[in-house]
């Protein structure tokens, strides 16, 4: 049995000592080489541990690993992503730099292809039928890897099959017109288009995105401009893209895609975009779109492509193509159950083993996703070979457990981890001290960047102290990311500010579904030099080694500083005593919401005579439960600390997050339930089922049923922070 | 701050022995004038302490306390109700047998009560308007306690006002019949009449509810042959009740109902009757039944009121009235917002005081509630003050928090404690080891009952052996438990039966809402002495101090009994250092139910390609976990264990009724949560949303949306068990 083994193996050690617990702080050995130590049950973080896993973890290896990684195109199920999984199975299993155990567990899930025999295509067809001119079907082969049988084409993940055909027309995201046609929409976000869903309600039978080198590349378009001359897309670059509208396997929500699962239709499944959808690139948008008649677009809607844009529908007479021309798109695409794995790795906590540090990363890409997601992937690999290596050697094993993870299809919609989440619930929900997102490790080189949950500000904040920013000298990771993202605390002064979690990545289970604390961490622009929306070769066959050995973070000392930010907030929260997460932290969350819902949402309340005087008591409750906490927190540490008192206080602190989700809270959602961060749609940045019911309920009368739904989400709200305090109050108050 | 205040006092005793911990097992010093003993991080149940506390807990001091809380009636919100909490308050801050605080908060409810300027009023009225005959409006005052204004008039809560009039018909529960007018009904069960709402579907316009002398007094019913005569219910005998669908406060769902909570509009309330309804006494109901003409009632529909049952419509004419003659039911219940308090005290543990034993009685009553409830609180003021004692002389403090909670307004729909649950629920599922519910303590001498989940079982069991059963020489209470009430186990041969949890009672929320290991406990009839539906005087006026003195429990030892059942187990729960919660006996129940789905249900599944399979591995491995932890806790016992393993094993105890629970498994039901406790509908003994999904498929065609609805139980039902095997693995396991 498994458990005795491990149990024998710790105590094997302390049985010299005798049996029983060692009381006391044992300084952990000095020397990478030194026995594996006693266990102490007061075991906390060791600077000196800390401070070689920093030293050791390795720019160039970080560099090697990405080599390899991104060597292939890697799409999710593919051969190359399943030899991926193996790769690191094996390196997790490695026996002098690997983990204690490591499993590759599959699920199978629905994916979205295009047709190997039938290309999607996009094409303007002259009134005779003729094809005047296809859109590429590939991207251009500019450096001998974007050939090749595994890259896939571009399209729209889980977009349906269809050839529909007609005029041209144009819409930005988010309008509202009267179509009916094809139309061309920029890119303007990485979430999947809601504008399909809304422009089929318009009779538009077809969409085309593209990305505008003006949200891009600072408008630059030409080749020499572009990769792989500079950092920026080329020309023919075309950025792939799941459009699916929730996340996790489309089949199985709120179930783990095991073979026997219970699955919805896929002829029936809520979420996929309604009409067909293909992507291309600006180089082929740019003949279409400057071959548009009709009205001048907007101020906001004109771009970079050297043409005044138009709105359409269909050609100008003194263009490319006869007036009555029309745009066939042409898309393929089929849907397939699929393999993906997860691999799992821990390394079990010597004292604490019921408490996991998850840190996860997604392994699968577009192509061959050099800097999304295997720059992340790269640095899970030495950070989990510097922390394995360590293990094996006995110097060192954590004081609770460490889970590292490499999701499967996460670019389909978060799958692999959602899955992952809903089939162990309750273990992780009991038991999960954060989640440590690194997906993309390095988007540009100039700062730090981090999202998260409050708790989880102060641990980041003191790893990034203690590590110095990467070619500055003597500056600190924190003293130059507070130059770049910076607030105004009420209670420290200027710090670095942290972003709030979407569901841009895998933290959004963690989070929304299951109440963890979590974080994602990564290396970005500086904003004053470019104003793409994201580096230009995102999720294009240009997204390769030499595109970041050349151009992202050259040397990869962004990398090693991502791995080291990374990894010291990691063994913070697996090793320290006291676990790193400061709840009184949310308390200027809550007090900033609430200020701005008083602010922008007051008025409106009052005129609904609804009151936010029990929302104001909630959060100074919070506010004070919180303080009263932290207090005895810093009591506590002043002495040796009784490791049940330690343990207890922990849980209070651990399980704090848990306590602002409701699953009865947005019964319209999927998996949204947290009432903090569910997405608010609305520009007040105020408690999101508050905002939300507010914004339905504006233009309803006096009494009316979405009136009462904004007292309900109030009240929803006013008892998950009431709550919240009172699990923070001392343990045995009534 | 209370925090500090406790630790100090805790620390204070250990603080001559130096700081820090005392390891090793301190037997807490022996005879009850002890100083307060060292604090023991292994601190486990003390036998002296129990035997104690057994011998304490004394049968005459239950008898004055039920002689005082039943003095007066109390009915949810009174005077008298708000008194006896303050009673309780009063007992439970006392110096020398109080416990470390007390609290009584208020919720502000929706309860309902019968106008006293317009009382309800059945009658029989002839067909040119005389009022014929009425049917008491009060019970017969054959104490002297039945009459007075405190004495709330027979009604059914929550049925609408109304005066509905025409011909009388029969319709026994669950009947469905085509009818037109006022109908007759049996009461038949305790939970509230689901054919009043059937009843109006079919253009009946009133109910009217009796409970027949075959059902409640073994067929008996003259003067002479009932109270004060026998334990048998008089001819004026009416049984109150609520007839509300669910449970907790109507106005405010899933929301604690503090004054500022958002509330439903009470006009448009889900759950309450349709139309107007009144429960009467059999004698009056002998009046109308046997003056009814019509076609002879089914077989198993006659009773014992002297005359051959007919259906009716309508009154025969060779009767007492004229052929065409009415009914006329004038019901004018009003609802009203009320506040109802419960009253919460805690003693600290000593240990791990944020792990809580939850002991829970309601104390409302529909009139004096001697047996119901305040035969249960009588009992909890005693095992409160037995304990409080022994805790203010400083020779015992448990290991863990013990919560003791007198819920108020249960009558009504279990809103005291539900509102308690909506309240604290995070503080609570986190930290909750068990709930003992003691309701009624003794319905009647014979032996005793408890009902409860799986985990529960073995501690109730250890309690029971080491307890006389009263007037039994030589016999424990397990001993004659098990000649009432037993099963043959497949791990342990012949046991007492537990039953299973509905909902009668408080622990509903906290099993079906909180998914927190429950139980209740009480003692209960000789079932080949009577067939009485449940003690004859049950909601009556006639439930008095006399009639439990004289016919239920003379001389209170069937009292002392359960409380020294309960006590007992409380004290295992607190005190002992590895929990008593056996979740391998959890196995046995889903090996039961997967023997019926297989038996019952296994044919059908298959002609629709629904395999069991995954159930049956799933069933498998959480038996294969549960064993194997079981041997780890065996293990563990033998050494001196350390704190910190043993917290981590009772984590895994405590937490797995937890992973039943799935808030998104049964969308239309309120509350209920628990995958395999949820009510059941149909008569198969298995897996509830399993046999409730497949009763609805059964007549539907393959393929349909309600054979889907099939899989995703079975689906649900596979992942909370392969979820709970999960929680039950070496906690370090991948």
Redesign the interface.
Known sequence: ????K?LGGLVGASALLG???I??HFAIPKGADAPAPGVS?SQDLDLEILETVMKQLDASKIRENLRELSREPHLASSPRDEALAQLLLQRWRDPESGL????APTYEVLLSFPSRERPNRVAVVGPTGTILFSCRQSEQNLTGEQGGPDVVPPYAAYAPPGTPQGALVRLREGAEQDMTSPLLSPKHSLIPLPQAINAAKHGVAGVLVYTDPADINDGHSSASQTFPNSWRLPPSGVERGSYYEYFGDPL?P???A?P???RL?PDTVPGFPPIPTQPIGFEDAKILLCNLQGTLAPAAWQGALGCDYKLGPGFRPDGDFPADSQVNVSVHNRLELRNSSNV???I??A????RYVLYGNHRDSWVHGAVDPSSGTAVLLELSRVLGTLLKKGTWRPRR?I?FASWGAEEFGLIGSTEFT??????LQ??TVAYINVDISVFANATLRAQGTPPVQSVIFSAAKQIPAPGLDGLSIYDNWIRYFNRSSTAYGLVPSLGSLGAGSDYAPFIHFLGISSMDIAYTYDRSKTSARIYPTYHTAFDTFGYVDKFVDPGFSSHQAVARTAGSVLLRLSDSLFLPLNVSDYGETLRNFLQAAQRDLGVLLEQHSI?L??LVTAVEKFEGAAA?LG??VS?LQK??P???QV??LN??LM?LE??FLN??AFPDERYYSHVLWAPRTGSVATFPGLANACSRAMNTSLGSAAW?EV??Q???L??AL???A??L??????
């Open positions: 049995m498994q458990w005795v491990v049996l029983g617990i009381l006391g049950v204690d155990a490591a499993e199985t709120y179930l783990p095991n026997s699962s219970f239709n799992l790795g821990i079990r906590g004292v604490e083993p019921d457990s889970v809903e089939e162990f619930f309750s273990k009991e038991r009151s005087g029990p009263a207090q005895h009591a002495d040796t009784d490791p049940l343990r207890m849980d209070q399980l848990r306590t699953p009865r009462a007292q309900r109030l009240s929803i006013v008892v009431e709550g919240a009172a699990t109050r001392p343990v045995a108050d009534l």
